[in-house]
């Protein structure tokens, strides 16, 4: 199982950064892909979700509005479009999966503790 992220780099506070989650080596179908993030000094939070087999998501309250999560099945990818970033956006964004998510364990799907493999982050820095 692997997980890549990319996309991650330096923006200034009200811009945008697109970033790309590749997932190899196991059958998407049966999981939900999550973004978790984590700033220095704080524990690592979730950002938002997706079920690759019926398109549930689920988003922190801190990214509403502005953060959309989407997939594309056929090229094992998961997105996270930032928009409207803030300084206290940044963090190391962590893709990460779930096959609790995709079996139905929606009432807090982004609790830490039901995300098991985890890609090795990309550094997201909002500053002017």
């Known amino acids: 199982v692997q997980l890549v992220e990319s996309g991650g780099g330096l923006v200034q506070p009200g811009g945008s950064l697109r970033l790309s989650c590749a997932a190899s080596?196991?059958?998407?179908?049966?999981?939900?892909i999550g973004w978790f993030r984590q700033a220095p000094g704080k524990e690592r939070e979730g950002v938002s979700c997706?079920?690759?087999?019926?398109?549930?998501?689920a988003y922190a309250d801190s990214v509403k509005g502005r953060f959309t999560i989407s997939r594309d099945n056929a090229k094992n990818m998961v997105y996270l479009q930032m928009n409207s970033l803030k300084p206290e956006d940044t963090a190391v964004y962590y893709c990460?999966?779930?096959?609790?998510?995709?079996?139905?364990?929606?009432?807090?799907?982004?609790?830490?503790?039901?995300?098991?493999?985890w890609g090795q982050g990309t550094q997201v820095t909002v500053s002017s």
């Open positions: 997706i079920s690759m087999r019926d398109g549930y998501t």
């Open positions: 080596g196991f059958t998407l179908d049966y999981y939900a």
């Open positions: 990460t999966s779930s096959r609790a998510v995709a079996a139905g364990a929606r009432e807090r799907p982004l609790s830490l503790e039901i995300y098991d493999y």
